[in-house]
T-cell receptor, first 109, second 114 residues
Framework: DQQVKQNSPSLSVQEGRISILNCDYT??????FLWYKKYPAEGPTFLIS?????DKNEDGRFTVFLNKSAKHLSLHIVPSQPGDSAVYFC????????FGKGTRLHILP | DADVTQTPRNRITKTGKRIMLECSQT?????MYWYRQDPGLGLRLIYY???????NKGEISDGYSVSRQAQAKFSLSLESAIPNQTALYFC?????????????FGPGTRLTVL
């Protein structure tokens, strides 16, 4: 069974609008959550993280929200830019990092 | 220079051949990982190592083996390659503290098994 679920394989958003990527996890004991971004022909790169003691972490255009009771986190990108087109992986860190299947974000001109 | 390097970047091989993928890092991290990426399946952990004497199986270790030759080097072997091992393979490193260290990935190796 998947411990980290990204139920939307892809998402298209108009440039300048908000992109919202969602992620659900199964284990309430997870205490550190991350988002990675991946361009074609490159390895994933770390984007933003949040500890379970917080419910929001913001870094420029990127904000991650954590809802522990729902075991849900989301990544908000605002405003969306063409360079944000990539695959985004949600991940949880236990003694190792467990990744979701990813969501491909397309930013439309 | 890249912090995490992988060789080769691309490899085409035949069924039954032995293949080794190599990973080197200059981050000084103790922890190293091997993942494979398949379309629609995300990143799946094959093996990981928390220090030179530590090797652990990940989610999909069958058909693979690893060797941690030094703190900076972690290699992945396919003893007898099969077509369903065709995938993108990524090496990664991390520090121990999850609040300050994240995983750093190499550029990947594209492996095709015919």
């Amino acid at each position: 069974d998947q411990q980290v679920k990204q139920n939307s394989p892809s998402l298209s958003v108009q440039e300048g609008r908000i992109s919202i990527l969602n992620c659900d996890y199964t284990n309430s004991m997870f205490d550190y959550f991350l988002w990675y971004k991946k361009y074609p022909a490159e390895g994933p790169t770390f984007l933003i993280s949040i500890s379970s003691i917080k419910d929001k972490n913001e870094d420029g255009r990127f904000t991650v929200f954590l809802n522990k009771s729902a075991k849900h986190l989301s990544l908000h990108i605002v405003p969306s830019q063409p360079g944000d087109s990539a695959v985004y992986f949600c991940a949880v860190r236990d003694d190792k990092i467990i990744f979701g299947k990813g969501t491909r974000l397309h930013i439309l001109p | 220079d890249a912090d995490v390097t992988q060789t080769p970047r691309n490899r085409i091989t035949k069924t039954g051949k032995r293949i080794m993928l190599e990973c080197s890092q200059t981050k000084g991290h103790d922890r190293m990982y091997w993942y494979r990426q398949d379309p629609g399946l995300g990143l799946r952990l094959i093996y990981y190592s928390f220090d030179v004497k530590d090797i652990n199986k990940g989610e999909i270790s069958d058909g693979y083996s690893v060797s941690r030759q030094a703190q900076a080097k972690f290699s992945l072997s396919l003893e007898s390659a099969i077509p369903n091992q065709t995938a993108l393979y990524f090496c990664a490193t991390s520090g121990e503290d999850p609040s300050t260290d994240t995983q750093y990935f190499g550029p990947g190796t594209r492996l095709t098994v015919l």
